[in-house]
C-alpha cells in the first residue's frame, strides 16, 4: 500500500477516501513494559462497576484514568461553567403517541444510551407500548414503555448521519462538544468521527452527535469562546511543562490538586483516588487532554439515571440506602457519591442528586430523616392512616389542596378530604382522587365538621366500598413518622437481605411480632419498622 497520511496520534491512516486503522510500525522487538494490574473501583458505590484493565505508562490511558478520578472526586463538574450560549441542537418535539410500525429510539438504561432501529409492534390498553429492540444475538421485546426522554422510555428516531456531514461531536462523552466531520458510518449506526483540531475517535454512538450548522456565526462564536477558555486551561498547564512535549508528571498534577486554587483537594482523598485507579507517580499526563475534558457548557447536561432508594439516609454529605434497578449496579445497598443538592416535592419526595444520578427518595422511603425533611417542620400537618381494610388507604399523608374551606391530605391516589352535602352535612372521607365525583371512589367516612379529620369512628357503609376493619387516623409528628401496621396485616420482611412473606401477630412500642408464612412458630420474631413493607 502507499504511503498515506497519518493521524496525529498514529492510530489512522488516511487512504485518499477514508481513514483505516494505521498497519502496525516494523520495531525492534522489546522486553514488555512491566504493566500494573488494575481493579478499577468506585470508591463511593459498592461494587466492581468497571471491568477490570490494566493501566500502564502510556500517557493516553493515564490521562483518561486521572480525569475519570477527577470526576469521582467532583472535580470536573463543579467548575464554573458559561451560561450566556445555548447549543443550537435539534430540540426534540416528543409526540403525543406512536402508531404501530413506527420507527423509535429506546432508552437503554442497562446501557445508559439510545438504541435505534427499535420498532413499535403493539399498543397495550393503558397507552404504553410494546416495542422490539435489536440486540447483538437476538431482538428483545420491551412489553411496556412510553413516550419520553429519561432512561425506559422512546422518542422519535433521528435520522442517520452521512459520511461527509458537519456535526458537532460530544468528544469521549466527556460533555463538551467539538466541530468535527463525519468519516464513515458501521453497520451498528456507529461512526468514524474527524475532529477539525486533528483528533480522531472511532466507533462514536449517534447519542453523542449533534445536528448544527457548524459554520453559522452563533455556533462560530461559541467555539471561538470555548477554544479561549480551552487555550487559558492549556497556558495554565504549559507553565509546568519544562520539557515542552505536551506532558506532565502525576506528581505535578498532585500539587496542583492539593496545594493551588481555591479549593485545593485534600491529599488523603487524591492518593486514595489515584492508588484506586493504579496511578504511579512517575505517569506523564497529557494536559491538552485533560483540558479538553474541564471545558463544558451546562446547555449539554447528561441525561442523569433515577434510581429509586428505601432505607434511606444521609451521612456526611453521602446518600446510603438500598437501590432499586441501578444502571450499574442494579439492586442492592450502596453509598453514592458526594450529593449536590437535595430537593423535595409537594408531596415530600426527595429527588437527592449527586454528579451522574439522582435518587429518589418516597416520604416514607427513610430510615432516618434528613433534618430540612418537610415532615420535621412543626408548621406542617401528615396524618398517619392505618388498620383500614383497603389497605391502599392505610399510610402518611401529606398536605394537598383545599376542599370545603380546610386543607386535604393526599397519599397516592388516596385522598383525605372534607366534604359539605346538599343537605348540609360534612363528612371526612378517604377517597380515590380520580374518582371524587362518583360514589365508587369512596372508601371511608366519617360525619364531622372539624377541620382536621377525626381519629377514629370512620365507617363503611352503603355509600362507600372500603373493606373492614376501618381505619384509625393519628396525627403525625417528626418523632413518629414510621408506617404503622396491625395485627393481621400481610407484609414482607427483611431477613439476612432477602424479603419474605409474613403476618402481623402483635406490636408493641413500634416493634412487630411478625410470622414468616410457611415457616413454623419457631421462626418468630420482635422486628422494627425499617425490616418490614406492605406486601405488593
Known sequence: MADGTLSPDGKYLWTGTEWIPAPPKNIVEQEPTPTTSLNLQDSVMSGDIIHNTVVNNDTTAVTTAVIEALKELGVLDSKPKPQSFEMPFEKYELPPSFQ???HVEYYSPTNSRWIDRCTVVG?????????????????EIKPAVVIGTSPGTIRPAKPPFSPGDRVLVNWKNYGTYYPATISKEYENHTFLILFDDGDVEDQVEWGRIE??????????????????????IIQAFEVFDEQGNGTISAQKYFEILTMMGENPLSEEDVLEEFSNLGINMDAELDYRELAKSMVGDDAVDELKAEVVIRDAEIKDGILHGHAYNHPALGEGPLQTSQIVRVVYDSRATAHVETQNTVYVVGPTGWKTYPEDHPFNDEANEYYTVHGAGTSKCNGTYIPGTTFDGVPSYINGDVLLLRWKMGNGDQWWYLADRNSL?????????????????????WVTDDQTEGLNPCPVISNSSKDQLTTDYFPGQQVKVEWNGSWWDALVRDSKEKSYLIHYVGFDTSWDEWVEPNRIKTSD
Open 100 to 102: 404501530v410500525g413506527d
Open 123 to 139: 399498543i397495550n390498553p393503558d397507552g404504553t407500548y410494546r416495542i422490539t429492540v435489536p440486540k447483538s444475538t437476538a431482538t
Open 437 to 457: 365525583d362518583t360514589k365508587r371512589g369512596d372508601y371511608y367516612r366519617v360525619k364531622s365538621s372539624a377541620d382536621r379529620p377525626p381519629t377514629d369512628g
Open 211 to 232: 445536528s448544527a450548522d457548524v459554520e453559522s456565526e452563533s455556533v462560530q462564536n461559541f467555539l471561538s469562546q470555548q477554544s479561549n477558555e480551552l487555550e487559558e
